[in-house]
């Protein structure tokens, strides 16, 4: 996971005539804590007398920036994955969202295209092979053109119009094909969206949620209970990601343009924490929102795996219960908003300790 380049070094005249190592071949790597590591091209530390001279080049200098640079948005990167998840939110639809593309869709297959080429007359391809037949065929004796052309014309005129007969029914089978798919898709969409989405059909809404949760890739692992209590309200208990699955170090550029790597505090991390999987509400919650107009309501309670100081055992602890309606969350931009702050325009259940460690809850 290192970062490793090789630069080219021009001979020195201050290197004495014995000194025949090729520089070019030396390798500087960066560990992920910011380390630097300068060999050989056999993997050996480089000698002493070469390191000094290779370290004052602007070669080493410049790649040493990139090397701390890259570390520190590689940093910056996997943090961002795990505590910003809540910014792939996907925009919201609501119900005139759906008949806007009921619409749209009625209207395409109102107005459905037609095939606009036309078929090849045996006068039009005649035509064209003269005019072949004209740029090929140019005899000194001119006198002998014509005929010359009009045998070229005659000789080829039933493979040349076969070609552009067949190349015409290819066409317009494969254009008819692509315009029977389309309008086959927009009739399921047309039936999905007035018999399935705008009535909120109850196993059509399961089905979804499950299809969804097999196709989403995040960074961490979860796993989500799920239960539709009524047609507008859905019960979500999601068993969350732990704290030793966030990253524990963090980056920052020094003036010298070093990056320096530290482990986070405790603090940091229960914050970190904490984003993460309050996000995780929002995160989820705007996805299942996206199924059908007729869920009003999402209750979501998160729970992790902590030891119970009375029994030593391992056991689930809920960590915050939120009731999130749709009106509400519509009106969220999730690329500015903070979790913590969000959690304020809902019914919740969430108690964190001064060092933002997340409290054992009793869910709604």
Same mark, same amino acid.
């Given at each position: 996971?290192?970062?490793?380049?090789?630069?080219?070094?021009?001979?020195?005249?201050?290197?004495?005539?014995?000194?025949?190592?090729?520089?070019?071949?030396?390798?500087?790597?960066?560990?992920?804590?910011?380390?630097?590591?300068?060999?050989?091209?056999?993997?050996?530390?480089?000698?002493?007398?070469?390191?000094?001279?290779?370290?004052?080049?602007?070669?080493?200098?410049?790649?040493?920036?990139?090397?701390?640079?890259?570390?520190?948005?590689?940093?910056?990167?996997?943090?961002?994955?795990?505590?910003?998840?809540?910014?792939?939110?996907?925009?919201?639809?609501?119900?005139?969202?759906?008949?806007?593309?009921?619409?749209?869709?009625?209207?395409?297959?109102?107005?459905?295209?037609?095939?606009?080429?036309?078929?090849?007359?045996?006068?039009?391809?005649?035509?064209?092979?003269?005019?072949?037949?004209?740029?090929?065929?140019?005899?000194?004796?001119?006198?002998?053109?014509?005929?010359?052309?009009?045998?070229?014309?005659?000789?080829?005129?039933?493979?040349?119009?076969?070609?552009?007969?067949?190349?015409?029914?290819?066409?317009?089978?494969?254009?008819?094909?692509?315009?029977?798919?389309?309008?086959?898709?927009?009739?399921?969409?047309?039936?999905?969206?007035?018999?399935?989405?705008?009535?909120?059909?109850?196993?059509?809404?399961?089905?979804?949620?499950?299809?969804?949760?097999?196709?989403?890739?995040?960074?961490?692992?979860?796993?989500?209970?799920?239960? $539709?209590?009524?047609?507008?309200?859905?019960? #979500?208990? =999601? @068993?969350?990601?732990? %704290? +030793?699955? !966030?990253?524990?170090?963090?980056?920052?550029?020094?003036?010298?343009?070093?990056?320096?790597?530290?482990?986070?505090?405790?603090?940091?991390?229960?914050?970190?924490?904490?984003?993460?999987?309050?996000?995780?509400?929002?995160?989820?919650?705007?996805?299942?929102?996206?199924?059908?107009?007729?869920?009003?309501?999402?209750?979501?309670?998160?729970?992790?795996?902590?030891?119970?100081?009375?029994?030593?055992? $391992?056991?689930?602890?809920?960590?915050?219960? #939120?009731? =999130? @309606?749709?009106?509400? %969350? +519509?009106? !969220?931009?999730?690329?500015?908003?903070?979790?913590?702050?969000?959690?304020?325009?809902?019914?919740?259940?969430?108690?964190?300790?001064?060092?933002?460690?997340?409290?054992?809850?009793?869910?709604?």
């Amino acid at each position: 996971m290192g970062l490793s380049t090789r630069i080219p070094l021009s001979p020195s005249r201050n290197i004495k005539p014995t000194l025949t190592y090729d520089l070019s071949k030396v390798s500087i790597e960066m560990d992920d804590e910011g380390n630097i590591f300068v060999s050989d091209e056999n993997g050996q530390p480089l000698d002493e007398s070469l390191l000094r001279k290779l370290k004052r080049t602007e070669s080493y200098k410049e790649t040493l920036k990139s090397h701390n640079q890259e570390l520190f948005y590689r940093i910056e990167r996997e943090k961002d994955k795990f505590i910003n998840i809540y910014k792939r939110t996907p925009p919201f639809f609501c119900k005139n969202d759906w008949l806007a593309e009921l619409h749209r869709i009625e209207s395409e297959l109102v107005n459905r295209k037609k095939y606009l080429d036309i078929r090849p007359s045996e006068e039009k391809c005649r035509e064209e092979l003269l005019k072949i037949a004209t740029e090929k065929i140019h005899s000194i004796f001119f006198w002998t053109n014509a005929k010359k052309r009009e045998e070229y014309v005659n000789q080829n005129f039933s493979i040349y119009y076969a070609d552009k007969l067949s190349d015409y029914e290819s066409k317009k089978v494969n254009f008819e094909r692509e315009e029977a798919e389309k309008i086959e898709g927009l009739l399921k969409r047309k039936q999905e969206i007035t018999e399935n989405i705008l009535p909120g059909d109850p196993q059509f809404i399961l089905d979804s949620i499950s299809g969804l949760l097999q196709n989403l890739s995040l960074p961490i692992d979860f796993s989500i209970d799920y239960q $539709l209590s009524s047609e507008k309200t859905l019960n #979500i208990d =999601i @068993d969350l990601p732990e %704290i +030793e699955d !966030l990253p524990t170090t963090k980056a920052t550029i020094l003036k010298s343009g070093k990056t320096s790597v530290k482990n986070k505090t405790q603090t940091e991390l229960n914050q970190e924490y904490a984003t993460c999987v309050c996000g995780l509400a929002f995160y989820f919650s705007g996805n299942f929102f996206a199924i059908s107009p007729t869920i009003s309501m999402i209750e979501i309670s998160g729970y992790t795996q902590r030891i119970d100081k009375k029994t030593d055992r $391992l056991q689930d602890d809920y960590i915050y219960s #939120i009731k =999130i @309606d749709r009106k509400t %969350i +519509e009106q !969220l931009n999730f690329h500015i908003i903070d979790p913590f702050d969000a959690f304020q325009h809902f019914e919740h259940q969430l108690s964190l300790k001064t060092n933002f460690e997340m409290k054992t809850i009793t869910p709604f």
